[in-house]
């Protein structure tokens, strides 16, 4: 199984501030991998797939970079919207075999 | 407008079997391309990808939970259902359906999720 490392577990950012999320595959996903945000109490949103492709309807201060085992979820400038938990998530082998990471807490400082 | 909602008991006793039912509308799971997955979330945890059926009818299950599940779908009732046998308290959480595509292959759409907790 492909596990999902990502860090830190907590990031604590001004709003305005850029954020940079890290997520790391314990072998190679190329470029099957997937970023969801959760607010609580809600079901997860998908942001970015493919790495780095937007999904519809997300703002362009989401972006998502890297291949291989190494991705990047970057927030250019945090509205209080954005303040949420983070999952990345490999399709590599999927089906049968998709896992997720196990969340970054994005708070306010 | 694509929406999803699950359905289910809210409380089931150890050892009992969980269905549970996703109801969608906004696309046609006979449509190529299309599949439905369940997805669980234990109480302040991570998520836990369960299952998948697709267009085709073609089954998919989490290698460490295959055993116990089932899932099936109903297209002329724009349904799929999720069955987990021999639950264990370890099994409560909340538990979401969400579309995929062959083609994107992440989850794009999700309900709100149904809660489901194991106790006697």
């Known amino acids: 199984e492909i596990v999902m490392t990502q860090s830190p577990a907590t990031l604590s950012v001004s709003p305005g501030e850029r954020a940079t999320l890290s997520c790391r595959a314990s072998q190679s996903v190329s470029s099957n991998l997937a970023w969801y945000q959760q607010k609580p109490g809600q079901a997860p949103r998908l942001l970015i797939y493919g790495a780095s492709t937007r999904a519809t309807g997300i703002p362009a201060r989401f972006s998502g970079s890297g291949s291989g085992t190494e991705f990047t979820l970057t927030i250019s400038s945090l509205q209080s919207e954005d303040f949420a938990v983070y999952y990345c998530q490999q399709y590599n082998n999927w089906p049968p075999e998709s896992t997720f990471g196990q969340g970054t807490k994005v708070e306010i400082k | 407008q694509v929406t999803l909602r699950e359905s289910g008991p809210a409380l089931v006793k150890p050892t009992q079997t969980l269905t549970l039912t996703c109801t969608f509308s906004?696309?046609?799971?006979?449509?190529?391309?299309?599949?439905v997955s369940w997805i669980r979330q234990p109480p302040g945890k991570a998520l836990e990808w369960l299952a998948l059926?697709?267009?085709?009818?073609?089954?998919y299950y989490s290698t460490s939970l295959k055993t116990r599940l089932t899932i099936s779908k109903d297209t002329s009732k724009n349904q799929v259902v999720l069955t987990m046998t021999n639950m264990d308290p370890v099994d409560t959480a909340t538990y979401y359906c969400?579309?995929?595509?062959?083609?994107?292959?992440?989850?794009?759409?999700w309900g709100q999720g149904t809660m489901v907790t194991v106790s006697s």
């Open positions: 059926i697709d267009w085709d009818d073609d089954k």
């Open positions: 906004g696309f046609s799971l006979s449509t190529s391309g299309m599949c």
């Open positions: 969400a579309r995929t595509t062959t083609a994107a292959r992440a989850f794009d759409i």
